[in-house]
């Protein structure tokens, strides 16, 4: 029988409270209060902090504080990316944002996600003296391509892809997937328009 670990890698549901992720959790805490607490000027020390913890950093790569996250090092950026302020990580599943992309203030991306069923989603091996969680997890990668522009406020889903040079408007739910070379907006995020591909 796989063990959570296993189950997680493979996208099933898991106990997000085994020992390997609660483990990484830890790590990730003490990488987020010295992060969030180094100086803004600290350049040289919060590159290395960034890449220490996260599974990839490019160049010039910009993250705002405060910073959250659950995992870190599921979290892979390419070059030339920004990421401002105040913005949630949930990474228990990959993170991957192309190069020269934008994510502007309060952006969310969540990669965890539980049934919708209630006996589907509580765990049926509960048991409060093993620190075992009480629902069950699975985490799906979420992708975001190159030279995009994700807008203030904006929460993407567990699973999503958000293709090369699209801009999603600020305050928008992405519930799917979204194609290259569009503008996209709403709750649910849906396609307004197309724009230019890249040269």
Same mark, same amino acid.
């Given at each position: 029988?796989?063990?959570?670990?296993?189950?997680?890698?493979?996208?099933?549901?898991?106990?997000?409270?085994?020992?390997?992720?609660?483990?990484?959790?830890?790590? #990730?805490?003490?990488? *987020? $209060?010295?992060?969030?607490?180094?100086?803004?000027?600290?350049?040289?020390?919060? !590159? %290395?902090? &960034?890449?220490?913890?996260?599974?990839?950093?490019?160049?010039?790569?910009?993250?705002?504080?405060?910073?959250?996250?659950?995992?870190?090092?599921?979290?892979?950026?390419?070059?030339?990316?920004?990421?401002?302020?105040?913005?949630?990580?949930?990474?228990?599943?990959?993170?991957?944002?192309?190069?020269?992309?934008?994510?502007?203030?309060?952006?969310?991306?969540?990669?965890?996600?539980?049934?919708?069923? #209630?006996?589907?989603? *509580? $765990?049926?091996?509960?048991?409060?003296?093993?620190?075992?969680?009480?629902?069950? !997890? %699975?985490? &799906?990668?979420?992708?975001?391509?190159?030279?995009?522009?994700?807008?203030?406020?904006?929460?993407?889903?567990?699973?999503?892809?958000?293709?090369?040079?699209?801009?999603?408007?600020?305050?928008?739910?992405?519930?799917?997937?979204?194609?290259?070379?569009?503008?996209?907006?709403?709750?649910?995020?849906?396609?307004?328009?197309?724009?230019?591909?890249?040269?």
């Amino acid at each position: 029988m796989a063990n959570d670990v296993e189950k997680w890698r493979h996208g099933d549901l898991y106990d997000a409270h085994a020992p390997y992720f609660r483990n990484q959790k830890e790590i #990730a805490s003490r990488f *987020l $209060n010295t992060y969030n607490q180094t100086d803004y000027a600290d350049t040289e020390i919060r !590159t %290395r902090l &960034l890449k220490d913890n996260f599974g990839a950093v490019g160049d010039y790569v910009t993250v705002g504080t405060p910073f959250l996250c659950d995992f870190a090092n599921n979290i892979y950026l390419g070059s030339k990316i920004s990421i401002n302020m105040n913005c949630s990580f949930m990474d228990s599943g990959k993170i991957t944002i192309g190069d020269e992309t934008m994510v502007a203030p309060n952006v969310q991306i969540y990669t965890g996600t539980h049934p919708v069923e #209630a006996a589907e989603r *509580l $765990n049926p091996n509960w048991e409060l003296h093993k620190n075992q969680h009480f629902v069950m !997890t %699975r985490s &799906l990668p979420v992708k975001v391509g190159r030279r995009c522009w994700i807008g203030g406020g904006t929460i993407i889903l567990p699973g999503v892809t958000i293709g090369d040079n699209t801009v999603i408007g600020g305050g928008s739910v992405v519930t799917k997937d979204i194609p290259a070379n569009v503008v996209a907006v709403g709750n649910p995020c849906h396609v307004l328009r197309k724009i230019g591909a890249d040269n």
